[in-house]
């Protein structure tokens, strides 16, 4: 292996690479810290943390979140990196490497990866469309006056934008005396509840410019002004990845940045307004009743699932690009902190605008609060429109979702291409294929993701959101992963290939938490889960049978191949099901592979390969220790 981009680089000289050109390399770990970042900083922590934060207790909601970070989150995020930096494998491969009776693995976070390519693109879509419209003045979302309105339209002057119209004297109550939960949007996606309920100018814009549903929601008629914007985050994707992580490492610096800097713009913004401060307490205030509802630490797995992004195949795939001796134990350990971090900031910076929100509509914070598209583009834009300067806030807000948005977007087409071409490394390596497979990714994702735009495409968008990525296939997995390495790899042996990399030995705990700890948490995670009974969406235009199906199909699909791929070693060669590839360096191969307490689980496995490690006394040379 040699340090060589794949586009005319040397070859690789061993295994079934032989005759391929060599992977490449970051040429920095800033690209690889940012690349990261990218990926685990997202959407989620913008407008999925600080919700979930405020409806499971406040600062107590952090208790289930940390243990689960901890004890879950943190083991597998570094167990997946470590993974891909020592195979300098994709994640499909990987597995292979490791275990062969453990691809299916692989290929089932290829399948997940494959869900987020279709339908997470649709949200920077909407980001663009509303990016676009946010040059207008007045904010086409903020009045009742456009040819999408209906008589249910009901819009308000904000009192802090416009001081002058509202006098002591005056008796303005005509157009704020609607307090109740329906006024205010606050579901998810979309509110079929009450047809005849009145609507926010907001609301209507959502649901009758941006989503358009017809009665049949249709999944033929498509939106063409979506699907533009649909092409163009594609256009702007495939241009951000094409050179592979040439290209990648270098967009990453702005992708990953800049919206920090936005962030922190809109805190300061924020908390300089009126009711900014009720709206952090209703944040923060813990609730210690919830610390035992069993579906607050549901929700607090569930997060940490996906807001790291394990069991994705994108960390394996990132960090396969590392140097072997790079230090990814502190990297990883050093995002985790960012990406918490942010989550937490992240909340300070949604509920300083919904505490102004909640102050200048004269109502409970209870009732504009929001999560998910709900918040990003009914809640906030409405906030926004009631700010001096609306059309700047609002052209900040959607730039800052679209970039953040866009780094997790192309990090995992990313990953997709580099599973893909560490499969077929003889074909994909040379010259000019990866812009051509990246392309070709880039049309199927798209054309699979014009249903999403078309009339009845928020439904279809929902249920890939819920059940494409879900807690119980992300669980699953997470269960195969962890035992996979700690009672068949070997626990010890992952450890001494570590050490061997780092220069030391990770903190201990790492390795019970894979052998017992995590598997453990998972499992009962998910069978609590399950035992909610099977709550799929039912809407009541979507019979709840085709819900259901398809549900349980979005779930079942990547699954099946962890079975299917034991089968299959054990049908060829049940004698090497467990022996992992001989291209792995194997520092200790003398010693145990697992030992508890001292005693001995499972011996040594093999004798060091003499070819293997002169082959790699050169690149220890040449990448020194604490790169």
């Given amino acids: 292996m040699t340090e060589e981009t794949a586009g005319g680089g040397p070859v690789g000289d061993s295994g079934p690479d032989k005759g391929a050109p060599a992977r490449g390399k970051w040429a920095s770990k800033t690209e690889f810290l940012l690349s990261m970042a990218g990926e685990i900083i997202g959407l989620g922590n913008v407008w999925r943390f600080p919700y979930l934060c405020f409806k499971n207790g406040g600062g107590i909601f952090l208790v289930p979140y940390f243990v689960f970070l901890f004890f879950c989150g943190v083991p597998i995020f570094f167990l997946e990196t470590a993974l891909g930096q020592y195979t300098s494998e994709g994640a499909v491969t990987a597995w292979r ?26 949200v920077l879509a909407w980001a663009i469309f509303y990016l676009i ?17 209906t008589e249910l339209c009901h819009g308000r002057l904000s009192i802090f934008a416009n001081p002058d119209i ?68 594609w256009i702007i994707c495939y241009f951000c990845i094409w050179k592979g992580i040439k290209s990648t490492g270098k967009v990453v610096y702005f992708t990953a940045t800049f919206p920090y800097v936005m962030l922190i713009i809109l805190f ?41 992004a394990v069991c994705q195949g994108v960390l394996t795939a990132l960090g396969s690009y590392n140097k072997y001796n790079n230090n990814c134990y502190r990297d990883c ?70 970039l953040l948005g866009l780094d997790s977007q192309f990090v995992c087409v990313e990953s997709l291409a580099t599973a893909i071409t560490d499969l077929f490394p003889r074909q994909l390596r040379k010259p000019g294929r990866r812009e051509i497979l990246v392309l070709v990714i880039a049309v199927v994702c798209f054309l699979l993701g014009l249903p999403l735009v078309s009339e009845g495409g928020i439904v279809l968008f929902q249920l890939v959101d819920s059940y494409g990525a879900s807690g119980i296939s992300l669980l699953f997995i997470a ?31 790492l390795k019970y938490c894979w ?16 035992s909610k009974g099977g709550h799929f969406v039912v809407y009541d235009f979507v019979p709840g049978f085709w819900a259901t199906i398809l549900g349980s199909l979005l779930i079942i699909t990547p699954l099946i191949f962890i079975p299917i791929f034991m089968l299959v ?22 010693k145990p592979v697992l030992t508890l307490c001292s005693k001995v689980i499972f011996k040594a496995q093999g004798q060091p390969n003499n070819s293997v490690d002169k082959r790699n006394e050169k690149m220890m040379i040449e990448e020194p220790i604490g790169v």
């Fill in 97 to 122: 490497k490791i275990c062969p009776m453990l691809e299916g693995v692989g290929i089932a976070s290829l399948v997940i990866v494959i869900y987020l390519n279709i339908y997470y693109i649709v």
């Fill in 133 to 149: 419209n946010s040059f207008q003045s007045p904010l086409p979302w903020s009045t009742c006056d456009n040819w999408w309105n």
């Fill in 166 to 233: 509202f006098h002591p004297e005056s008796n303005w109550s005509f157009l704020s005396n609607i307090t109740s939960a329906e006024y205010f949007y606050n579901g998810t996606y979309i509110n079929v509840t009450d047809p005849f309920s009145i609507r926010s100018p907001e609301e209507e814009f959502w649901i009758n410019r941006v989503l358009r549903m017809s009665d049949d929601m249709s999944l033929g008629k498509v939106h063409w002004d979506l699907a533009l914007c649909l092409l163009l985050a």
């Fill in 268 to 308: 300061f913004r924020g908390m300089t307004l009126p009711g900014a401060v009720e709206g952090v307490k209703y944040y923060l205030q813990p609730d210690f009743s919830k610390i035992t509802d069993p579906g607050v630490w549901l929700d607090a797995g569930t997060q940490v699932f996906f807001s790291y």
């Fill in 333 to 402: 350990l050093a995002l985790c902190c960012l990406n918490s971090a942010t989550s937490i900031f992240a909340g300070f910076v949604v509920f300083s605008v919904l505490g102004f929100m909640a102050y200048d509509q004269g109502v409970s914070i209870h009732e504009v609060i929001a999560s998910g598209p709900g918040l990003a583009f009914i809640a906030y834009p409405k906030a926004l429109s009631l700010l001096p300067g609306s059309t700047f806030w609002a052209v900040l807000f959607f730039l800052m979702i679209l």
């Fill in 479 to 509: 269960c195969f992963e962890t035992i996979g390495i700690a009672w068949v790899y070997g626990a010890d042996r992952f450890y001494y290939n570590i050490e061997d990399m780092i220069g030391y030995l990770p903190f201990p705990v």
């Fill in 515 to 530: 052998l017992f700890i995590t598997p453990t948490i998972c499992w009962l995670t998910m069978q609590y889960d399950l």
């Fill in 569 to 590: 070693p054990l049908c060829r060669n049940p004698k090497n099901m467990t022996t992992p590839s001989s291209d792995l360096r194997q520092a200790r191969a003398h």
